[in-house]
């Protein structure tokens, strides 16, 4: 268990307010991701972080915002939910080098309504 | 476009016998191939992963296999347990720094005793 933690675990919120995800790591690792899973496209990828205030855009980025301020806190930020956003996001922690696998938390299921 | 496609929505497999499950990839730049393993309302588990300079890795009960004329790679688990009921989804990425993986759909394993 890699100690990655995710808050909330399910949130339903409205169309058009903003939402904030938490991910918490305890094994210090440089690199954090957030993806979000659906239904026949598998994972895929936000956001990601290599280092405090470090980001960079993944492959389904519009509508979403991540900050990093220390290096065990990555937060995704959605700044005015819609229905598309409606989903399971992971958060995922990695080391430094290419091969060590990435530890995931075990999401957080948002709703859109 | 699906860049890691995993065909087989579904698998099932008697307990005992090998389960093999199929990937296949488009992007000819990917080197560095992963399975992860997932159970409901968990993220996923780390299985096994292959660089692309190996055609075959293995740990205990799980082989992967890497056909890069093909761009295919294949899981197999033998034997099945019923434990092994569960979500597998393939993954790869680009080896630089930070692991960007990209998924497939996921195939759902179901042993069967």
């Known amino acids: 268990d890699a100690g990655i933690t995710q808050s909330p675990r399910h949130k339903v919120t409205e169309t058009g307010t903003p939402v904030t995800l938490r991910c918490h790591q305890t094994e210090n690792h440089r690199y954090m991701y957030w993806y979000r899973q659906d239904p026949g496209h598998g994972l895929r990828l936000i956001h990601y972080s290599y280092g405090v205030k470090d980001t960079d855009k993944g492959e389904v980025s519009d509508g979403y915002s991540v900050s990093r301020s220390k290096t065990e806190d990555f937060l995704l930020t959605l700044e005015s939910a819609t229905s598309s956003q409606t989903s399971v996001y992971f958060c995922a922690s990695g080391g430094p080098t290419y091969n060590s696998p990435l530890h995931f938390g075990n999401g957080t299921r948002l709703t859109v309504t | 476009d699906q860049q890691v496609k995993q065909n087989s929505p579904s698998l099932s497999v008697q307990e005992g016998r090998i389960s093999i499950l199929n990937c296949d990839y488009t992007n000819s730049m990917f080197d560095y191939f992963l399975w992860y393993k997932k159970y409901p309302a968990e993220g996923p588990t780390f299985l096994i992963s292959?660089?692309?300079?190996?055609d075959k890795n293995e740990d205990g009960r799980f082989t992967v296999f890497l056909n890069k004329s093909a761009k295919h790679l294949s899981l197999h688990i033998v034997p099945s347990q019923p434990g092994d009921s569960a979500v597998y989804f393939c993954?790869?990425?680009?080896?630089?720094?930070?692991?960007?993986?990209?998924f497939g759909q996921g195939t759902r394993l179901t042993i069967n005793p």
């Open positions: 993954a790869a990425s680009v080896i630089q720094g930070a692991q960007k993986l990209v």
């Open positions: 292959i660089s692309s300079i190996k």
